[in-house]
């Protein structure tokens, strides 16, 4: 009988070489979101598997960047007579991810495996792909005021796999084509909101936004508005007492003594049409024309 539970059964380990390919970083974090899983499975029975729960690569490796895992305590034939293995690769992406490689026949001693196969070390590329991107960016001045208030809002991103997703960010500017950065950043919304109420704006002003999706992985994709968003012109108050000029203001004493100057001109000031002068009935709100006081009703 074999002594499968000793180390000189467990004859064989394998070598698998991989790449960081597609965008953004993979790395050893405080969960396997950005790493990935090495299992082997043993063509035999359970209890030939190799070790579980291992993770590559241990540094930070960007697109681009190879790194390697060691499966040890594996059993070749030598010792498990017909014995093969199955290599499952997975990792998170926007939909979870799984390569599935082999069966495989390992020789006693250190095996490798790449993209070619058993024996090769070409590595295979772990491809992480940008997130989806937020759609219907849109936005208009919002009530109380519109001349200093944006109501900007997009369609949340859908992820199959929400635990990919790392933060949305919204991005202002007050150039057009802009590139998202840290100096145009203005909120970070949490999952699942998709828009924001700004205050403190300038009047009259073109301001332009993007939206950025960011993976855990690190790679961003955005949704940017090409045309602006305009605040609306300040309005100055109504002040009844501060001109006598019929144009900007209502005078209770210019309208029915000097109809030139102020009720019957209507290019100079209130239109006498709206009620200004002998008929105080049709100015609605404000009676003008007794010259010495302003009546509402």
């Known amino acids: 009988m074999l002594g499968l539970g000793t180390a000189h059964a467990q004859n064989a380990s394998l070598n698998v070489y991989m790449r960081a390919a597609g965008s953004g970083t993979f790395n050893r ?25 291992l993770y590559a690569p241990t540094v930070a490796s960007p697109s681009g960047t190879a790194f390697t895992l060691t499966v040890p305590n594996l059993y070749s034939p030598a010792v498990a007579p017909g014995n093969t293995y199955q290599l499952q690769l997975s990792w998170t992406d926007n939909a979870s991810k799984q390569l599935v490689l082999g069966p495989y026949t390992l020789a006693p001693g250190t095996n490798s495996l790449g ?9 295979i590329d772990i491809t992480n792909d940008p997130p989806p991107a937020a759609s219907g960016l849109s936005c208009y001045p919002d009530l109380p005021d519109r001349s200093s208030q944006l109501y900007v809002y997009w369609s949340g991103v859908l992820l199959a796999n929400a635990k990919d997703l790392n933060r949305t960010e919204l991005h202002m500017s007050r150039t057009a084509g802009f590139t998202p950065s840290a100096a145009t950043l203005i909120a970070t ?17 073109d301001y332009y936004f993007c939206v950025r999706v960011i993976d855990n992985y690190g790679a961003s994709t955005d949704a940017c508005r090409a045309l602006a968003c305009t605040t609306a ?25 000097d109809a030139g100057t102020g009720g019957d001109d209507a290019g100079a000031g209130v239109d006498s049409g709206s009620g200004v002068g002998n008929e105080p009935e049709q100015l609605g709100s404000v009676a003008v024309g007794c010259g010495c006081s302003v009546i509402t009703r």
């Open 189 to 205: 919304p949490p999952y699942g909101t998709d828009q924001r109420k700004l205050s403190g704006l300038l009047p009259a002003t």
């Open 115 to 123: 993209a070619g196969g058993l024996s090769s070390t070409t590595p």
């Open 233 to 257: 012109m300040a309005m100055p108050g109504l002040d009844l007492g501060a001109a006598s000029d019929g144009g900007t203001t209502v005078d209770g004493g210019a309208g029915s003594e």
């Open 29 to 53: 974090t405080g969960s396997i979101s950005t790493q990935v899983n090495v299992y082997a499975v043993s063509g035999l029975a359970a209890k030939y598997n190799g070790s579980t729960n």
